[in-house]
């Protein structure tokens, strides 16, 4: 074998070896991790859940960014669910999910919660729902659903009964490799204080922090009890309502969390890989 085909050889291997040393280095997530997008959906709330080659969706953000839900789905290349969830039926929050479920090539259950409003909003997610031969159901507070190597717990709603649909919001815990995360919906004090009477596993590394940082949400006692070490605000920048108000972020800010948020952060990725947890931004959104 002569020199120049030994030189080929050794020069193929070694740009083989440096490839796959990229791919090593510039994709650190290991295969049982779980990754949770917080999508930018301005004055809303979406979250991303992927582990194992399954994924869940929380929420579809507000009409106005549908396609912007749906252009993620795709770029991430996600288009079968577990569970797609409409925390409770606010067009912020629902407003995208007909939009989803028309978009999926599989469902498995679509959650919410047993109320309804009389919206068009809430009916095209009905009648999406209908369409593709699905079924509404409330998953029962204290049951849990795997999603790869990750276990949820259904914590709230614990009542039946509201006079705002905010406090029907499904409430989720997401436990993976030590790591875990408090996903409230619209949730507002209400429904965090029967949470807290209830004896609810509300211990938390990360919050989504209630209805978008109101100052009816995030009480005292709740985030005493979840002890966040980080808090995601969804909201849209400059929105009318105010949100964050700066009495939530001020009892963050005390308790020295570290607070993130859409309307000044972008879509935030937290990856909790191998018991530890990462913080990026999807630079794309």
């Known amino acids: 074998m002569s020199r120049r085909v ?5 020069t193929t291997i070694i740009a ?9 280095i510039t994709d650190p997530v290991h295969a049982g991790a779980l990754v949770v997008t917080f999508i930018d959906v301005g ?40 569970y797609v969830v409409g925390t409770h039926p606010h067009e912020d929050h629902i407003g995208g999910l007909d ?12 959650w919410m919660p047993y109320t309804q409003t009389h919206t068009r909003t809430f009916e095209d997610v009905l009648d999406a729902v209908e369409s593709r031969k ?22 709230g709603p614990i009542g039946q009964n509201y006079a705002e649909l905010n406090n ?32 609810s596993p509300l211990n938390g590394d990360v919050l989504k922090v209630g209805h978008h940082g109101s100052s009816t949400a995030t009480s005292d006692a709740f985030l005493i009890k979840v002890d ?6 969804s909201c849209g920048k400059g929105n009318q309502y105010g949100h964050p108000d700066a009495e939530t972020v001020n009892k963050l800010e005390v308790a020295r969390v570290t607070i993130l948020r859409t309307d000044l952060d972008g879509s935030v990725v937290i990856t909790s890989d191998k018991g530890k947890l990462s913080v990026a931004q999807d630079t794309k959104r």
């Open 99 to 110: 939009a989803v479920i028309n978009y999926a090539g599989s469902i498995g259950e679509v």
């Open 228 to 233: 966040p070490t980080y808090a995601v605000i």
């Open 43 to 82: 004055q809303g709330d979406t979250a991303l859940l992927q582990c194992d080659g399954r994924a869940m969706l929380i929420d579809a953000g507000p009409n106005a960014a549908a396609k912007t839900v749906v252009a993620f789905l795709t770029e991430k290349g996600v288009a079968a669910f577990d």
């Open 16 to 24: 083989i070896f440096a490839i796959i040393l990229t791919f090593i």
């Open 134 to 155: 699905l079924t509404v159901t409330q998953p029962p507070v204290g049951k849990t659903y795997p999603l790869g190597d990750s276990t949820i717990t259904i914590l």
């Open 168 to 199: 029907y919001s499904i409430v989720l815990r997401v436990d993976h490799g030590g790591n875990s995360f408090i996903f409230t919906g619209d949730a507002e004090n209400l429904s965090e204080d029967e949470m807290l009477r209830a004896g």
């Open 6 to 10: 030994i030189t080929k050889i050794l």
